[in-house]
T-cell receptor, first 108, second 113 residues
Framework: GIQVEQSPPDLILQEGANSTLRCNFS?????LQWFHQNPWGQLINLFY???GTKQNGRLSATTVATERYSLLYISSSQTTDSGVYFC??????????FGKGTSLLVTP | NAGVMQNPRHLVRRRGQEARLRCSPM?????VYWYRQLPEEGLKFMVY????????ESGMPKERFSAEFPKEGPSILRIQQVVRGDSAAYFC???????????FGPGTRLTVL
């Protein structure tokens, strides 16, 4: 199956700092999503981005499908951004393969 | 517009009992997906269903697990004769069509004693 690698695995930031999370995948995809799993375990949709660039407030994402990677940018981080960020991809349109995630801790 | 609903949110079963997990997709969504999050294995796809049809169950264990999405009512993930290794968070997601963004429910956390 398709392999998904996320980096870094862990990240500690001070409030206000910016960060970039990376997702590499091993095959062409027709679905790519970024999620935030909050400390209560809920999966929050951030972006549906099989290609191109999107922005939503302090978050933005870019997927370069031809080079098989996606980036999630977090600017002016807040303590509520803490949690695990997952990248998930599908090559058949529906069976999302999740990476192991980036665990983010934002300190005051 | 209500999101994906799952119940119960927490479920405790003893070994050998049955577990039934329910999922109501978002309004207007006819595609349902189940995923399992095991502590050391991460999130894994289990099954993809449309109304009254199982489209792909390749990620579901061959024994004891079954899923359905009837014409009326929620999708059900059923685990018979649960074992400790079934303890996990089970997430349901839905989408309006295939090849589209999936929206996840809050999950059901199953604990097998």
């Amino acid at each position: 199956g398709i392999q998904v690698e996320q980096s870094p695995p862990d990240l500690i930031l001070q409030e206000g700092a910016n960060s970039t999370l990376r997702c590499n995948f091993s095959d062409s995809v027709n679905n790519l999503q970024w999620f935030h799993q909050n400390p209560w375990g809920q999966l929050i949709n951030l972006f549906y981005i099989p290609s191109g660039t999107k922005q939503n407030g302090r978050l933005s994402a870019t997927t370069v499908a031809t080079e098989r990677y996606s980036l999630l940018y977090i600017s002016s981080s807040q303590t509520t951004d803490s949690g695990v960020y997952f990248c998930a991809v599908a090559s058949n349109g529906y069976a999302l393969n999740f990476g192991k995630g980036t665990s983010l801790l934002v300190t005051p | 517009n209500a999101g994906v609903m799952q119940n119960p949110r927490h479920l405790v079963r003893r070994r050998g009992q049955e577990a039934r997990l329910r999922c109501s997709p978002m309004k207007g969504h006819s595609h349902v997906y189940w995923y399992r999050q095991l502590p050391e294995e991460g999130l894994k796809f289990m099954v993809y269903l449309q109304k009254e049809n199982i489209i792909d169950e390749s990620g579901m264990p061959k024994e004891r697990f079954s899923a359905e999405f009837p014409k009326e009512g929620p999708s059900i993930l059923r685990i018979q004769q649960v074992v400790r290794g079934d303890s996990a968070a089970y997430f349901c997601a839905s989408s309006p069509v295939n090849y589209n963004e999936q929206f996840f429910g809050p999950g059901t956390r199953l604990t097998v004693l």
